[in-house]
Each structure stands twice: as C-alpha cells, then as structure tokens.
C-alpha cells in the first residue's frame, strides 16, 4: 500500500496508457492486491484484470468447508456473488470518462459453475476481478490518480473485508454460505443415488420451476407459483449422509413422455430438467432439480453447418443423388439439422437426449396416416424419429424425453408418461397404456455413432484477417457484446443460439480458448487423427486436473467451464470444420 500510493501519484494527470506501469502487486493491511492485464483506454472493453489474495487463516473460513472439490466450488461461487454484492454496496462506480472508474465482476447466472474467478492453494485464496481505472478530460483523457486511490484505499478494501473474512459475517450470510455447501453435497448424493437406481432425472417436492420471464432465469416472483409434487408412484425418498432425506420425482432411463394442454407447465418442467446438469444457488427454487450429467437439448437448427455426418439413419438420399451417410451442408433444413444434432450428441457421448415438440420439425417427428396416402415412402427421405426411437433406446441404450403437446404418436412409444395439469404432475402411464395399447416397439437397424469422425489435424485456426484494413491478428478469441450466444473465432463466428444449456457468457469464451488448447494439440500428435469424444474428454480430464488456466486466456478470470458437449456442439457448427475421410 505505501509502495502503491506514490505510484499512483506520479502517474496522475499523465496520458492513461501509462497506467499500464502499475503491473504488479502490492501489500495492503489485510490482503494483497495484483494487477494482471492493464488496459490502456479508458472505458476499454474488456477492461483491465486485477486479483486480491487473502491468507486462509486471516479469512477465518471454516476448513470443513474446503475439504472436497464440490464444497470448494461452492465457496467459490459464494465468494465471488459476495464481492459482487460488495461492488454494489461500497463502490461508486462509472466515475471517471468513458465509465471508466468502475469494479466489476464477470457475468453470473443462477448456476454454480466452475470458474477461473476464484482460486484456492493451501495457504491462500486469489479472486480476480475486472477493473477499469479513471480517467478523466478531453480527447483520450489522462489518469485520475486522486479517484483511482479511492477505488482502492478505500472502496476495494471496504468490498475485501465484506467478502472475505468469516469473523466478519453476520449469522444471515454464515447461514446462506452454510446453504452453498449444502446444496453441493446434498445434489452429490443425489447424483449417486440416480447413478444406483439408473434415473435420469430427479425434481425434489416443492421446487420452484417457473421463471421471471423467458430472458430472466431468476425465479418466478409470482404469489400464485405452485411448488412441484412428485406424482405417489414416481415417488421415492433418496437417504442423506447427514440422517435427513429428500423426496421428489424420479424419472427412469428409457422413454419418458411429457404431455398436457398449452400453458399448463410441461415446457416448464422440461427447463427445469435440461438445466439440472448444473447446480444452482439456494433460492433458485431448482436447488435439487438433478439430471444426468449427459442430458443434452435437441432441437431443429435451420441455416447451420454441418460437416461430414451420418445422417442416414433419419434422412435417406436426397434428390440429385445427395449422399446422407456422410452429409455436410452449409445451410441445413429443419428435419436434416435435426438428424445431425442427435448424432453429434451421440456421438459426443450423451446418453440422454432431451425434446420439445414446439422446437422441432414436426417432418422429422412423424409422418400422419394422410400425409401417407399423398406421398408414398419412394417421395419421402425422411426416416421420422418415431420409427426409431425404441431401437435407440434398446440398441444404444439412449434415453430421451420429449414435450409433446399436439403429438400422441410418441406416447404410443414411451416407458413413462406424465400428464401436467394447471403445473400439477400425474403419472398417466397406466391410463396410456390401457387406451392406445402395448408400446409399440420396432427393429430399426443403427450404426455405430460413437467412433465416426475424426478430426484433421489443421482445425480451428484463430488468425483473423481483417481485409478493409489490409491487417492480420494471429489469434481473435471474442465473445460478442450484443450478441452473447455468438464466439468470434479466427474467421469464424460460432452461432451457439439453439444450444440450450450453455449458462452463461463465460461459458461461450471459454469454448473459444478450449478450441485453442484443441489446435494446439492436434498440432503436436501429428498423424493420428481422433474421433471429437476423444478430444473433448482428453481437454476435459486435463481442465479437472489442472484448472481452467491451462486455457491460457488473455484475460485470466473471465472464463466459466463448459460441458463437454457443449464444446462438442460448437465444433460442429464451425464452418471451416475439417473432417479427416478415411
């Protein structure tokens, strides 16, 4: 702190680039201050990086709470919604020119996820954070050196002794870091106890599944909200480790229907399931909402890419003699995007493939007993999922769950059928059953979807040339402002729109340095090109093992972890995708 004031004053009123000298770390009374990328406009995004570490034995957080990689994940999350909220308390914020003069964290949903924000060794905890510094007058502004020691002396010091020190905390924010840990085990225990019974999918009694709104993910505020009831014959009591238990829905592998009216809660049941893969924090409403960690959304994708996939088993041969057992397109239709997206889940290792009747093509579906006797099977290549969605299952041991809403052909196919009523869940398998028959089984020949493609060596080349200014970058790795779901990569931009369980932005750029970390090692194996599984669970047992600062981001602390599937989805909606043909 003596060290940095000084600093500060002799860059005062001098041109904001030089703010740049500041790199470094310097001692504060109860923590340590870092900055780490400094950039050189104010206003700049992204703005500048900075880190504080704090000793373990100065937080005082209870060591219990450190122990597992689940119980550490969920201090994290806490610690950095903490400082956030600190931010919101204690600093002025957008003080400076251009906004500059303001604390900031990176972007946070309603999930836990794994993060490169928050770090713990033995001996110290490290939060990094987005800062940018003040500037202040015209033109490109000069460094306001009076205001940037405030932000640090006086407001970051006010946020760390918030978000850091336990013997701090008053017993309301004890009790809610208590409710982070918890919610950690309690879902790993739920997850062995699925694992052990072969669900897919459980809802606890009284989850709170409606949202803010369809671009809100917070729960419902709603008074007239009604809390989830397991169906009595879905029912199951799942023991805890700490002598407590939970109740709820559990939901079995094979093929599971979700049906009723407009309006009365399936679609929202389905979100709840497809976002269960993730954890999420104590009063989301959705805390043990748990679904198999493979789950993945599929859905019609019209306009993307598809490169070298095996599509026959859905899409028969086009007209002009277009091949489908090895299918690319540039701009795919609703039924072949479709076709493409369950393989490559599939082929990624999803088990577990989740449908909405409202997202797909309902060509694709089925084919009713009127369209038959217009078109005979010689005018039609399309191969509907209803032919094959019990061989999936009993060949592959694919489960699925499908919303269906205006289509019962699928109920004639399923293992469990649930009926929701004004967001009331009921079992009506038995009832199913009685009035359309035996499900109605079929023997649809597969192939083999796990060890089809295989990366070429020279994929996901991050240089980027910019023409209009006769100018090459080696490496452009950006998510876009105004459009969060959209990875600008080398000269590719990555539409991530449909992919439904990607959280939050982190997640997106993140995806950006996973295929960098991808190229680099394609590069050094040479010849030996590998299916896409192989590489995403090769990128995802290194990131467990070692962080996500393998990645070696530009901006270390702005990246969430993605699953692997969703890293599989966004190499197979890159373009210039290059697929070894044996």
């Not at 972007?107 to 500037?135: E, N």
């Not at 006769?470 to 790795?477: E, P, Q």
Request: aromatic share 8%; net charge neutral; glycine share 6%.
């Amino acid at each position: 702190m003596n060290k940095l004031q000084p600093l500060l004053s002799s860059l005062a009123d001098q041109s904001f680039q030089d703010i740049r000298k500041l790199c470094g770390s310097y001692h504060f009374p109860r923590f340590e201050l870092s900055f780490i990328k400094m950039q050189g406009s104010p206003g700049a995004n992204p703005a500048s990086i900075a880190s504080v570490k704090i000793a373990l034995p100065d937080s005082q957080l209870p060591e219990h709470f450190l122990q597992t990689a689940e119980c550490k994940l969920a201090v994290a999350d806490f610690l950095i919604r903490r400082f956030r909220h600190g931010i919101d308390r204690f600093a002025q914020q957008n003080r400076g020119k251009d906004g500059s003069g303001s604390f900031n964290t990176i972007a946070l949903s309603q999930k836990m996820l794994i993060r490169d924000s928050v770090l713990f060794d033995d001996k110290a905890v490290y939060l990094r954070f987005i800062i940018s510094l003040p500037a202040k007058g015209q033109g490109g502004g000069v460094f306001d050196a009076e205001q940037a020691w405030i932000m640090l002396s006086r407001e970051l010091t006010a946020i760390v002794d918030a978000t850091f020190f336990y013997q701090h905390y008053d017993q309301q924010t004890r009790t809610l870091l208590q409710q982070f840990v918890d919610v950690q085990k309690t879902r790993t225990e739920i997850i062995q106890f699925m694992q052990q019974q072969a669900l897919v999918a459980f809802i606890a009694n009284d989850a709170k599944l409606p949202r803010h709104s369809g671009v809100d993910d917070r729960p419902s505020l709603s008074g007239l909200v009604k809390t989830f009831q397991s169906p009595a014959s879905l029912q199951i009591t799942i023991p805890l480790s700490t002598g407590r238990s939970i109740t709820g829905m559990g939901i079995k592998e094979g093929i599971t229907c979700i049906t009723g009216g407009g309006y009365h809660g399936k679609s929202t049941l389905m979100q709840a399931i497809l976002a269960g893969v993730y954890a999420h924090i104590p009063g989301d409403g959705r805390e043990y909402v748990v679904t198999r960690e493979d789950a993945f959304f599929i859905r019609a994708e019209e306009g993307r890419s598809i490169r070298d996939v095996d599509i026959s088993p859905f899409i028969g041969d086009l007209p002009n003699g277009l091949k489908t057992d090895c299918f690319s397109s540039d701009n795919a239709s609703g039924s072949t995007s479709q076709a493409a997206n369950i393989v490559e889940a599939i082929e990624s290792g999803s088990r577990l493939l989740l449908f909405d009747e409202d997202t797909c093509a309902t060509n694709f579906l089925v084919r009713d007993e009127l369209i038959k006797k217009i078109l005979d099977a010689t005018q039609e290549p399309i191969k509907p999922l209803y032919s094959t969605v019990r061989s999936l299952w009993k060949k592959q041991r694919v489960s699925m769950i499908f919303v269906v809403g205006g289509l019962g052909y699928f109920l004639q196919k399923a293992d469990t059928c649930l009926l929701m009523d004004n967001y009331r869940c009921d079992d009506i398998t038995a009832k199913v059953r009685n009035r359309l028959g035996a499900i109605a089984e079929e023997d649809t020949p597969l192939p083999d979807f796990s060890a089809s493609r295989r990366l070429a060596i020279d994929n996901f080349d991050p240089t980027y040339i910019n023409r209009r200014l006769n100018k090459t970058l080696a490496k452009r790795i950006k998510d876009l402002r105004n459009a969060p779901r959209q990875l600008e990569y080398g000269m590719d931009l990555v539409n991530l729109d449909t992919v439904a369980q990607i959280a939050e932005a982190p997640q997106i750029l993140a995806i950006g340095y996973c295929l960098l970390a991808l190229r680099a090692q394609l590069k050094r194996l040479g010849d030996e090109p590998e299916t896409i599984r192989f590489w995403i669970d090769w990128l995802e047992d290194e990131i467990n093992k070692h962080g996500l600062d393998i990645l070696k981001p530009d901006y270390p602390g702005t990246l969430s972890m993605p699953r692997k599937y969703e890293l599989a989805a966004a190499i197979n909606r890159i373009r210039s995708l290059r697929i070894v043909q044996e």
